[in-house]
């Protein structure tokens, strides 16, 4: 059952996205060489503190941090660690989220950590980034779901191979429904599947959090003995990028985005709908 949120529901995961974005904004200044992982959970406990959230990370199927940390060729929920400390040159993506009054919000976002990155490692993050945006320009009415998913696929097989040869769209991680739960259904594929189907239809009311995650080789990945970390097969290095996005009677709204993805959308040719808390 896809859940279909009102108007005042919509506010208040503004509410939450908002502090997702001040948690980005937070750890993406933290995130220098010396730093451990740990220190920026740290940093992420105190925003969401400060705004007087609530995680819906810490505790989720006992995973024992605040936001997930991925360094390199980790690809999603990397375990922050103080033995885990950045070097100049890596890459992290930073998965976060947050809880106003029960509803959620859920974004990432890849940082890169110094200087002296190779050119396919700044390309992989422009790549994933703007298929995730590119995604979210489908969030409109009368679409369904598979457009989300084509629009992200469409943009990345589009984009010059890298040094690699070719970039590798994640297959056993997607996008998910959020709201009263961070991960609710539909789940969302980055990629077309004749198996999945076309999805339920995009109506008023309909939240997703759209989240590509790209390496540059294979698509396969396996978990570690944490049953956490999640790493490429192959050791390539990948990118992760998200926001929750809502669909309402005037467009879409990204509600992790402090702008609400006015910026970016305007860009791809569509009109936002206005931020419910300005």
């Not at 298929?131 to 369904?144: E, F, H, L, P």
């Not at 429904?177 to 004749?194: A, E, F, R």
Request: hydrophobic fraction near 40%; charge should be negative; charged fraction near 25%.
């Amino acid at each position: 059952m896809v859940e279909i949120k009102t108007p005042e529901q919509i506010a208040k995961m503004r509410e939450a996205g908002l502090v997702v974005a001040a948690i980005h904004e937070a750890t993406r200044a933290a995130a220098v060489p010396g730093a451990s992982t740990k220190d920026l959970d740290d940093v992420a406990r105190k925003v969401i503190a400060d705004h007087g959230a609530k995680s819906n990370f810490l505790g989720y199927g006992g995973f024992p941090a605040t936001i997930c940390t991925s360094v390199n060729d980790i690809v999603v929920h990397g375990i922050p660690d103080r033995e885990t400390v950045l070097r100049d040159g890596d890459i992290i993506s930073i998965d976060a989220g947050a809880i106003v009054d029960g509803w959620h919000g859920d974004a990432a976002f890849t940082a890169f950590v110094g200087t002296g990155h190779a050119p396919e490692l700044y390309e992989l993050s422009r790549v994933t980034e703007e298929s995730m945006w590119a995604g979210i320009a489908a969030v409109r009415k009368g679409n369904r779901l598979v457009d989300i998913s084509k629009a992200i696929e469409g943009y990345i097989r589009r984009q010059p191979r890298p040094a690699s040869g070719k970039y590798g769209i994640i297959e056993d991680y997607g996008g998910h429904g959020i709201g009263t739960q961070m991960h609710m259904d539909p789940h969302l594929l980055n990629y077309v599947s004749k198996k999945r189907g076309k999805g339920p239809r995009l109506v008023s009311g309909f939240c997703i959090a759209i989240e590509p995650m790209v390496s540059l080789g294979t698509a396969k990945t396996h978990v570690l003995s944490d049953d956490w970390t999640v790493k490429t097969d192959d050791g390539t290095w990948s990118s992760h990028w998200e926001h929750s996005v809502a669909l309402t009677e005037e467009g879409p709204l990204v509600l992790t985005a402090v702008d609400g993805g006015k910026a970016k959308l305007a860009e791809l040719g569509v009109e936002t709908a206005p931020d419910p808390l300005a």
